[in-house]
Structures are given as structure tokens and as C-alpha cells.
């Protein structure tokens, strides 16, 4: 409607609008590679027809499985005033995918499906054939100099114009055969959403200009418009493309580089990183071993019982079944995440058999390759850290103390440096166990660490070996250029010869308080109770010489009206 409600978006860019089309959908990160959405599978004629007569953000998908069924191109035009042009190619991708489920997979129509969009993976899928053509994509350049003059930084994209049907591979020229320098190639974080915002961009665009100051050629891949890593000015090259497995494969066969950083576009990037260790691609920094290590339950409390970390109790799950007798086991109320989340994504705090069924449900009815995660919820305080570890040593720049209770998602906490309700003994011990779990699990560069003080002793709830969002709020109000830091270590520097010392920095003269900014008035009907499912959608800061300045900063800036002294104060329980 007339209200916006995006958090974000994607470009795609190709020679048709059909290939352009299905790089969009899979590099949304919504969990599809074609417009067949699977809900809608089994959804009435009715309901799919008021779907695609209003504007969702599921329309497209509506529309496509109404011309499965059968609607003509100028019935739905009729209807929804689509233009017919458009719908026209949508109707091109569906009877491309009926000729595959045929179960004939030739060389003309793999070349046809590739023309079109769609991966090998997609390809091999829909025919039930496996897929044995060389793929050989090339790219295109858009140049951002419009032909006056010579472009130094284009854009590059992929099409399957290739060079036997007279395409040409305009990357190449730009790639040279003896290069001067090494190259490295560099992970965007996609489009925006909440859980993963600017603030990945933030560190994503730091890091290149680390390497490029240490003499490094630096590509990057990213499909965000909106962000500055996408600036033509940012990389050496960019590609405009979807960074799912097969397009970043692509790019890497022609750059060829040394190795590839993943630690800093959030979950976009990490989960591609079985993909590279898949195909002997190196990772700069800490390994694709180092981030499974943190999501297998088993391993890392096998790491935590060798270094004595206490967290709280828990049980890795894939069935119903198995999860209610997890949560039985450790006692309600519970903690319940997916494994290889980022922003609590599809996290709940679940306090009986009922919220355990409907939670499985949700998840079963998705692709879930990965078990869920069940623990015990210790209403404590919560505390996070950003650290840099060379394999030796660690750098803490700061130590920050989260205001809500445990259990409310980091990023939608009021998070106040330095903490303000920590004794030095509790200190010493977030530093001694970000330390041991940094070097056992081998991390090399940036690690994220939550902890919750409960009882007067320090509980590990999440450690993730890669930049998180708060790495722009400690960096600046630390003073300490973490990304840049930790570039250097992922590249062999140690943390001792680079200027900030080990342990942990200094703290502040002054107070710093990071508040959550929310959007519920633009997105109705939205629970505006706090969890561990992230809802924010920004933050602002707030500075002053005392905690109780920086709060109110903090509030004013994000836009809530403080009351004045005699006014009244509503509290909800929940």
C-alpha cells in the first residue's frame, strides 16, 4: 500500500528480464530458487486470486501459481493490470520448468535453462537428471563512466552469453593475465533485513579498505543497491550478483584469488563457507571447521567441558518428538533457535508442550537441513563482547552490559559501555573464557561472545567467530579500528605488534548507550513484545560523562518521549 514496509532490497542485473527475475528471488534469501512458493501449492483458487489482486510481498507468487493452474495471461492482466509483457515472461520460466519435469535433461535445454536463470542445483532438481554440462557463464560489464571515458571500477555481471555463440568476457580485460598484485575476494552481507543491516556493510567495506591499503586487489560480491560496498569506488571490481553458491563459484573460477573473506557480511556470507571448504577455496581468517565448531551442540560443548565453561544445559533436536522430551528434560521455560541463524531468527522462549508443537511445526514446513538448538533459559544478566584473536592473544576493546533481561534478542537490547553492574572477578573471567574458546576453536580474526551473569557466575550463551552488529558501536566508541585489526590478523599480523595491546582496552572516561529503534507504527499487526526474535529495524547512540545523560540522549534520539518527573508510567508483564 501507501505505507512502506521494506526493510530492503536486492538488484539483480542480466541480458533478459527472466534471468534478471531469478537472480532477484534467490538473492533475497528467502529460501527460493524458482517462483514456485510450496505453501502455495495447496492454497484455494480464492485465496490465491485475493493474493495477487493486492500488493504482498508474496504477490509474485500468487500470480505464478495461478498460471500453473491454468489462468490466461489476459485474465490475470484483467485482474491485477500486470502488464502483459510481464506476465508473458513469467509464463517463459513456467513452461521452461514443465519441459524439465519431463525428465529429458539435453544439452539445448540445459543451455536454455542457464539462459534463463536457473541454477545447476535448480536445474537438477525440477528434471530429476543430474547434471553433466560444463556450465560457462561470462560477464558483462555496465560501465559506470557511460562510454565518455575509461571506467577504472565497473560493475560486472553474469549472463550465459558464451563465447561459442559469439559472447565475450569482458571481466577478463579487466583481470589482466600478470597481475601486479594478489587478489582477494570479499563477501557482502545482501539485502538489509532485520537481524542483518547496514552495520555488515559497515564492516564488510572497512576490511576492503584494509586490504586495499595493504596492497591487495579486492573484489567484491554484493546484489545490495543501497549500501556503499556497492559504490564504484569502494573495490577494485564489483559483481552485481546473488551470493548464493553457484554465482560466487562462478566469480572465483575466473578472479582466481588467494582467498576469500566471509567473517564480515553476517549469515549471508558464512553459510556459503561449507561451499567453499567444499571445493578447496581458502577462507581468510577462521576456517569453515571454526564456524561449524561453533553451531554443532556437540563439539562445542565437548570445547566448553575441556576449558571449563559453564552454559546453560541443552539438546540438539530435528523431530517434535525429540524436542519435547529435550524440553521436558531440562525443565520450562526453554530456549529453542535453528542452528546458522542470525537476528534470533525463528528463536522463541518456550514455556509448555503447546509452544514446543506449534514452534516444530513452523520449522519443519521449511527446507531445515540444520538441527535446532533447545536450552535452558537462566534469566540473568546478559552480557556481549567483540574480540580479535591472532591464535595467541586477544583483544577485548570493550565489555558491554545489556539492560533487558536475558532472553531479549542483543540487537533489540539497550546496551550500555562500560558496563555499569560488573565486578573486576567477572571481568577477568569473560576475558579468560573469550580467550580459551577463541583458541580452541582456533579462531583467526574477529568472535562474537554473549554471556549471562546468573548466581554470581558467568554462563557462555552464543559465541560466533565472525563480525556482529555491534561492532560499529564498540569500534567507535573505543576508539579501537577493530575491522582494520582484525583484517591484519586473518593475513598473519599479530595483535601485539599492531599499536592496542592484548586483553582488555581501556575503558572509556565517559558512557556510551546504544538503544534499539523499532518500526511498529509502519508494520501493524506486528507483536511489539520483546524476545529472542530481533524486531529492530536501527539504533542510535547515545554519548555523556554520566550513565544517566547517555540514557537520555539514547531516548531521545530513537524517539520516545521521556516522561517528566509526577508523570505517570505504564508497565506490562508479560
Known sequence: GTQMKATGEVMSIADTFEMALMKAVRGAEISLDTLNLPKFATESEEDLWHIATHATDERLFAVYELLKRGVSIEKMHQETMIDCWFLSKILNLLNYERELQKGQLTEELYTQGKKLGYPDSTIARLSGCEVTFE????????????????????????????EESGG?????????????????????????????????????????????????????????????????????????????????????????????????????AIKLTKTLAANNIPILGSSADTIDMAEDRERFDELLERSGIKRPKGHTIMTTEEALNAARDLGYPVLMRPSYVLGGQNMIIAYCDEDIEEYMAIILSHKQDNPVLIDKYLSGMEIEVDAICDGENILIPGIMEHVERAGVHSGDSIAVYPPINLEDKHRELILKHTKNMAKHLNVIGLINAQYILYNDDIYVIEVNP?????????????????????????????????????????????????????????????????????????????????????LLKAFKGCGLRVPKRGSRVIVTVK
Not at 556450465?135 to 558464451?162: L, N, S
Not at 576490511?207 to 560480491?221: A, P
Not at 561492532?471 to 577493530?482: F, L, Q, R
Open 466 to 550: 565472525r563480525s556482529s552488529r555491534t561492532i560499529p558501536y564498540i569500534s567507535k566508541v573505543t576508539g579501537v579500528p577493530i575491522i582494520d585489526l582484525a583484517t591484519k590478523v586473518m593475513l598473519g599480523q599479530k595483535l601485539k605488534d599492531l599499536g592496542y595491546g592484548t586483553g582488555i582496552y581501556k575503558e572509556a572516561d565517559y558512557y556510551a548507550v546504544k538503544a534499539p529503534v523499532f518500526s511498529f507504527e509502519k508494520l501493524t499487526d506486528v507483536d511489539t513484545g520483546l524476545g529472542p526474535e530481533m524486531k529492530s529495524t536501527g539504533e542510535v547512540l547515545g554519548l555523556a560523562e554520566t550513565y544517566p545523560q547517555a
Open 168 to 268: 565475450e568476457d569482458e571481466a577478463l580485460e579487466f583481470i589482466g593475465e600478470n597481475r601486479e598484485k594478489q587478489t582477494v575476494i570479499v563477501l557482502g552481507s545482501g539485502p538489509i533485513r532485520i537481524g542483518q543491516g547496514i552495520e555488515f556493510d559497515y564492516a564488510s567495506v572497512h576490511c576492503v579498505m584494509s586490504l586495499r591499503q595493504l596492497g591487495y586487489e579486492v573484489v567484491i560480491i554484493n546484489n545490495n543497491p543501497e549500501t556503499v560496498s556497492t559504490d564504484f569506488d569502494t573495490g577494485d571490481r564489483l559483481y552485481f550478483e546473488p551470493l548464493s553458491p553457484e554465482d560466487v563459484l562462478d566469480i572465483i573460477k575466473i578472479e582466481k584469488p588467494i582467498g576469500v573473506v566471509v567473517a564480515f557480511g553476517g549469515q549471508t
Open 135 to 162: 556450465r560457462k557463464p561470462t560477464f558483462k560489464m555496465v560501465d559506470t563512466c557511460a562510454g565518455e571515458f575509461a571506467a577504472h571500477t565497473p560493475y560486472f555481471y553474469a549472463t550465459y552469453d558464451t
